[in-house]
């Protein structure tokens, strides 16, 4: 069993502000993973932000590039999503995500809200 636990969110932030979101994986799970942060506006499907294999390499959605960034401490297991110059479409629920031999677990969610 995989546990994932989000911290970071639940705030309010002003347009063009930065937060910075991190997900701590524990449990039983072992070799090659990949972690990464998805996001579900009010309405809308859940939606790739961001992954990270366990080589570092990563992958952005379009509307994210340049302005967010994640990264991973490999002897935490944890994984970390700075966001630079938010804007308010980046209001969504962020729910972090572990993939590893052909399983897949999330976090709880961690709402983050962008307005003036």
């Known amino acids: 069993q995989v546990q994932l636990v989000e911290s970071g969110g639940g705030l309010l932030v002003q347009p063009g502000g930065s937060l910075r ?20 506006a009010p309405g809308k499907q859940r939606d790739l932000v961001a992954t990270i294999s366990s080589r570092s390499s990563t992958v952005y959605a379009d509307s994210v590039k340049g302005r967010f960034t994640i990264s991973r401490d490999n002897a935490k297991n944890t994984v970390y999503l700075q ?12 729910y972090c995500n572990l993939r590893v031999a052909g399983s897949e677990y999330w976090g709880q969610g961690s709402q983050v809200t962008v307005s003036s």
């Open 21 to 40: 979101l991190s997900c701590s994986a524990s449990g039983s799970f072992f070799g090659i993973y990949t972690m990464g942060w998805y996001r579900q």
């Open 83 to 94: 966001m630079n110059s938010l804007k308010p479409e980046d209001t969504a629920v962020y």
